[in-house]
């Protein structure tokens, strides 16, 4: 068969669903394939927008993604995606055309140096330059993409090797020498961190994306229940920790009081880090142990670094040895597979009979600390919406219970601190690269992925314009997502940053009143409406998420409103404002 | 969002304050790899892009045709040198990477040095010559060519001493090395 049919038969071998994607020139033999060959593939109109609904399928389900372009501009395009899934460690094949070989280096038409330009930002690559290699270089690439650190992978085929006429032998093995990711965490080094935390009196679970990608969540409640630990997640790890507990939960789109009829956890502390809760912060500024699982102590975590924790030791989980003493020493590292190290560390934790009653006072202080400082924001008094209340109503509105992705911004922030995550895998967003017109496309792909669920995206009026091409997509294949414009005629983050560091100096932030977004979602097919009362809102948010089919809401906000707490960028935890 | 949040230009004190984890001296990293397409632009570009300072850098075929060794050093001075073969462990097609101990290690260095000599300078050029026991490659009315290997120390001492002749070019092929007795590199 030709290569290319050969390619398919390998995507079914690995259980590929779906594929996002656009044709071109040196991929038509593989567009080709897909007639015959029963995958479903949805025509994105970028292949930015295709990247990114890879991610968005891959983060809601947890299998690996699939996007496909052309060679030179297509490729290209996907370089954001691509970058953002290796800083987010995202499982997502990428497979891209490529001029033929005897084009190759000669500046043909729509030729890029593909595998050069994305070397830094993946995983790994393969450059085919035999036909017979595809078959091994797919089955490898869902291997590499799935495994250890999850991360983006890219095949680059050459137009007349697609096209070449093999023998397709299942390839049921890896051959990856070089590649054996550690997923059993050390015994001994486990044991030494259940002592530490047994000898702990101010104990702090620090957990981020990692949690999520290693479906470690019950193992993680668990570890917390040994002794009512205090827990904290990153902007990625939210959900890992449920923020709520003791409610029904009650499946399905829109169903009010769902989530939102639990009791908020008394062990969760809220997000930490730059916009994150005080009680967070100020526990890990006070903390004397913390133990960070699948997360990589980033600046937007630790602020300065030289006064991050002061007084704590670091025990540090992670399937990847290369972050483990990265940034922060790592007292007691453990490398392997979060959910394999947290599930043996509870079992060590609970033999050794810890005293719970020593937390008792750690207790008391973050209590404190949650009294005083609860997050808050001065609501309106007429009908004007405020950002914060919009993702309140939101929340209320879902029950809790949506797929929420997000661009990159004020939104994302006010997302992450008031809505509040029952589970992984329902909060999508660019936290690494910070991607502003990810989170239109991810929903789309979260959707496709699970379309039983209802999945909204909270969008920033700037952000949504960088991949609002795919609510066309959404439209012709009927994906109904429900976009919810943050609309305050800003780029509001960095209006922020300029208000508060940089004298108040508005450069270039104001993006005025267009375009009109209820006529943009109207042209492309969606539903488009428009929220300026808060009186209504959660009404008119449970209106939008009734309609059929993809709905874009440009939901009117104050114009200039601040994003807090916060740590100013370079500072420590202490410094708080807001 | 740039850092720092402020207007205030960063100091250099502070840049320093920020690295870790310094061995303050040369390390020989002995890399084995897959023998495929690429290999050597990822490490190259994993160190370009991580900010390592490659100082020397060595390519060759070992007794595995499907294998290839790359040496190179790297100044633990400037570099934490555990997250140097960490990333580098992360690349696919790194097979190994052994950090090799400098004194259970026998190291060499090929260079030549083309130097003018002009009539009564050559005596002397080629006795120095022999005493690095370096071999004389090319002659010409005006210039040596010697060819000399050793340590990467004896090298620079050879090039300090005939530099005031008068140096006109030089080639140094980086560094390769291999550790002593049965241990296998």
């Known amino acids: ?48 927008g295709g990247g990114h609904a890879a991610e968005g399928y891959a983060k809601a389900t947890g299998k690996v993604g699939v996007a496909f372009a052309t060679s030179g501009p297509g490729a290209t395009n996907l370089v954001t995606p691509i970058c953002d899934a290796m800083m987010d460690s995202v499982p997502v094949v990428f497979i891209t055309g490529q001029v033929r070989t005897e084009l190759l280096g000669t500046d ?13 930002v993946v995983k790994h690559s393969f450059m085919i330059q035999n036909p017979l290699e595809i078959p091994r270089a797919i089955h490898e690439a869902f291997h590499i993409a799935s495994t250890g650190r999850p991360g983006p992978v890219l095949v680059d085929i050459p137009q007349d090797l697609s096209r070449a006429e093999i023998t397709y032998e299942p390839v049921t093995d890896v051959r990856l020498p070089g590649y054996q990711p550690t997923v059993d965490g050390n015994q001994k080094q486990i044991r030494q961190a259940a002592k530490a935390l047994a000898a702990s009196q101010r104990p702090v679970i620090y957990a981020g994306g990692g949690v ?39 499946e399905g789109a829109g169903v009010s009081g769902a989530g939102a009829d639990g ?13 994150g809760t005080r009680a967070a912060n100020y526990a ?28 704590a030791k670091f025990i540090h989980i992670d399937v990847d040895p290369a972050e483990i003493s990265k940034n922060v020493p790592a007292h007691i590292p453990i490398v392997g597979d979060a959910r394999n190290v947290l599930a043996k560390l509870a079992i060590e934790y609970r033999a050794l009979g810890a005293d719970p009653a020593r937390l008792g006072e750690w207790w008391s202080r973050i209590d404190g600390w949650r009294e005083q400082y609860p997050l808050k924001y001065e609501d309106s008094t007429d009908a004007e919406i405020k950002p914060q209340y919009m993702i309140q109503a939101l929340y209320e509105a879902t029950g809790g219970e949506a797929i929420v992705s997000s661009d ?46 209802l999945v909204c995206c909270v969008a920033g009026d700037g952000s949504v314009q960088m991949n609002a091409q795919e609510l066309a997509t959404c439209a012709q294949d009927q994906i109904p997502i429900k976009v919810f414009i943050m609309n305050n005629g800003y780029l509001g983050m960095v209006r ?58 440009d939901v009117r906000v104050t114009r200039e409103e601040n994003t807090y707490p916060m740590i100013p960028a370079g500072q420590a935890a202490r410094e708080m404002v807001g | 969002m740039g850092e720092p949040a402020t207007k205030a230009p960063l100091s250099l004190a502070e840049l320093e304050a920020s690295g870790n984890l310094r061995t303050g001296r040369k390390h020989v990293l002995s890399i084995l790899v897959e023998n495929k397409s690429g290999v050597l632009t990822r490490i190259a570009g994993l160190f370009a892009r991580r900010g390592f300072n490659i100082d020397t850098l060595t390519v060759g075929p070992t007794d595995d045709e499907r294998v290839s060794r ?22 696919i097609n790194v097979l190994k990477i052994r950090d090799l101990d400098p004194g259970d290690t026998v190291s060499r260095e090929l260079a030549m040095f083309k130097v003018s000599a002009d009539g009564p300078q050559r005596g002397e050029l080629m006795q120095i010559t022999e005493i690095f026991r370096g071999k004389v490659v090319d002659v010409t009315k005006r210039s040596i060519v010697v060819e000399i290997t050793g340590t990467t120390e004896k090298i620079q001492a050879f090039e300090d001493m005939v530099r005031p002749f008068g140096l006109i070019e030089m080639m140094r092929t980086g560094e390769i090395a291999i550790a002593r007795g049965r241990s296998e590199t």
Request: hydrophobic residues 45%.
């Open chain 1, 284 to 311: 890990m500024d006070e903390a004397d142990l913390i133990c960070a699982v699948g997360a990589r102590f980033d600046d937007r975590i630790t602020g300065k670094l030289s006064e991050f924790a002061p007084h």
């Open chain 1, 108 to 120: 043909g038409f729509q030729e890029a140096d593909t595998i050069g330009i994305t070397m830094p």
């Open chain 2, 70 to 91: 790359v040496t190179l050093t790297v100044d633990g001075a400037l570099h934490p040198i555990d997250q140097v073969t960490k990333q580098l462990h992360k690349l």
């Open chain 1, 496 to 553: 922020q940053w300029q208000e508060l560091f940089w004298d108040g100096r508005y450069s270039h932030v104001d993006m005025g009143k267009f375009p009109d977004f209820v006529k943009l979602a109207e042209a492309y097919g969606a539903t488009g409406m428009r929220f300026e009362d808060k009186h209504t809102l959660v009404e008119d948010i449970k209106r939008a998420i009734a309609t059929e089919g993809p709905v874009v809401v």
């Open chain 1, 1 to 48: 068969m030709r290569a290319v049919d050969a390619l398919m038969e390998c995507l079914k071998a690995e259980g590929v669903e779906v594929v996002f994607g656009l044709p071109g020139g040196a991929n038509l033999p593989t567009y080709d394939a897909f007639v015959d060959a029963g995958i479903r593939h949805i025509l994105v109109r970028h292949e930015a």
């Open chain 1, 408 to 453: 990159v911004g004020q939104h994302q922030m006010w997302t992450a601190q008031y809505y509040d995550f029952p589970a992984p895998r329902r909060w999508i967003n660019s936290g690494g690269l910070g991607t502003m017109g990810f989170g239109l496309p991810a929903a789309m792909g979260a959707a496709v992925g699970c379309p039983d669920r």
């Open chain 1, 212 to 250: 999520v990608n290693a479906n470690a969540s019950a193992e993680l409640v668990e570890l917390a229940g040994c002794d009512r630990f205090p827990v904290t997640c990153t902007l990625m790890g939210l959900g890992a920790f449920p923020a709520r507990v003791g409610g029904e939960g009650v």
């Open chain 1, 263 to 275: 009791i908020p956890n008394p062990q969760w502390l809220g997000m930490l880090g730059m916009h």
